[in-house]
T-cell receptor, first 109, second 113 residues
Framework: RKEVEQDPGPFNVPEGATVAFNCTYS??????FFWYRQDCRKEPKLLMS???SGNEDGRFTAQLNRASQYISLLIRDSKLSDSATYLC??????????FGKGTRLHILP | NAGVTQTPKFQVLKTGQSMTLQCAQD?????MYWYRQDPGMGLRLIYY???????DKGEVPNGYNVSRLNKREFSLRLESAAPSQTSVYFC????????????FGPGTRLLVL
């Protein structure tokens, strides 16, 4: 099993729809979890940290499921500007940082 | 604040040439990182510096060297460039370690012929 796995997509979703991504991780001792967003030919930028209790920021909701070892990202009422690649990041006890390969999202007008 | 800056933005090298990629951050962060990003491979850690004066290998360190010049600056050197090192290189910094948010520079696009 790969350390961090994401569905590469692309997800083609009509504007206004709800879309969800999952990211699975193999190390049960992983400590910190993040979602980053990367626009085409740009650097990654933090979208959200993922907390054990789950967290929400506007239209974005992140969840952590430690038992099944995955994190999720839900985007409600999607906008054209949400089109990007979404990167899952997991950090272990030893501070080892692993990036997923990313999920590409295209919001269709 | 400029955040994380990288130079150069683009570079073309011939096989065997050497070059240094520069990175600087003005956020007073302790930790700095160098990644490469290749199509279909995601971001892979080359080297990192948890704090000033320390450097450690990441997932793909072969063919690279780093220097943490001071708290602000972290450079990446290719001693003898190879076509396999054609990639986009990102520098990042965080307050302390991988459990904190990382802030990325705009990247350096390197082509090795």
């Amino acid at each position: 099993r790969k350390e961090v796995e994401q569905d590469p997509g692309p997800f083609n979703v009509p504007e206004g729809a709800t879309v969800a991504f999952n990211c699975t991780y193999s190390n049960s001792a992983s400590q910190s979890f993040f979602w980053y967003r990367q626009d085409c030919r740009k650097e990654p930028k933090l979208l959200m940290s993922v907390y054990s209790s789950g967290n929400e920021d506007g239209r974005f909701t992140a969840q952590l499921n430690r038992a099944s070892q995955y994190i999720s990202l839900l985007i409600r009422d999607s906008k054209l500007s949400d089109s990007a690649t979404y990167l899952c990041v997991v950090t272990g006890l030893d501070d080892k940082i692993i990036f997923g390969k990313g999920t590409r999202l295209h919001i269709l007008p | 604040n400029a955040g994380v800056t990288q130079t150069p933005k683009f570079q073309v090298l011939k096989t065997g040439q050497s070059m240094t990629l520069q990175c600087a951050q003005d956020m007073n962060h302790n930790s700095m990182y160098w990644y490469r990003q290749d199509p279909g491979m995601g971001l892979r850690l080359i080297y990192y510096s948890a704090s000033e004066g320390t450097t450690d290998k990441g997932e793909v360190p072969n063919g690279y060297n780093v220097s943490r010049l001071n708290k602000r600056e972290f450079s990446l050197r290719l001693e003898s460039a190879a076509p396999s090192q054609t990639s986009v290189y990102f520098c990042a910094s965080s307050d302390y370690g991988g459990k904190e948010t990382q802030y990325f520079g705009p990247g350096t696009r390197l082509l090795v012929l």
